[in-house]
């Protein structure tokens, strides 16, 4: 499973948004590698976080008015969304730092194929 790939979901209407950020198709993914996830949604956001830390994921939804790109604030979760479907909730057993101004214990995504990460992630935690 090392090395393996799981594109973050653009929609195309969403496309010239993301794109002020840096999220591209191929700067957007969700990547395992070892021990660790290595996450990337342009150059907005960028991290390395330890599987031991996965607690698991889930499939789940993104609310329309949490809006599209990266999100933090207002909720308990962390939003790398670049669409509505696909969304894959990861938890983590302790939280997870960004930007050095919040802290979460959950980070939302919109992959191209959460069934297949989802059952990645099961796999190793």
């Known amino acids: 499973m090392s090395g393996t790939k799981f594109p973050i979901r653009i929609d195309p209407v969403w496309r010239p948004l993301l794109l002020l950020g840096g999220a591209t198709q191929g700067s957007s993914y969700l990547e395992i590698e070892r021990d660790a996830l290595i996450v990337r949604f342009g150059w907005l956001y ?3 976080l330890q599987l031991s830390n996965i607690e698991g994921a889930e499939e789940g939804e993104w609310p329309i008015w949490m809006g599209i790109g990266w999100r933090v604030g207002f909720t308990d979760r962390l939003g790398l969304t670049g669409s509505y479907e696909g969304i894959v909730n990861v938890h983590f057993n302790e939280p997870i ?5 919040a802290s979460f214990k959950t980070m939302a995504v919109s992959l191209e194929d959460p069934t297949t990460f989802v059952a990645a992630i099961s796999g190793l935690t």
């Open 46 to 48: 960028q991290d390395t």
């Open 97 to 101: 730092h960004v930007w050095r101004i």
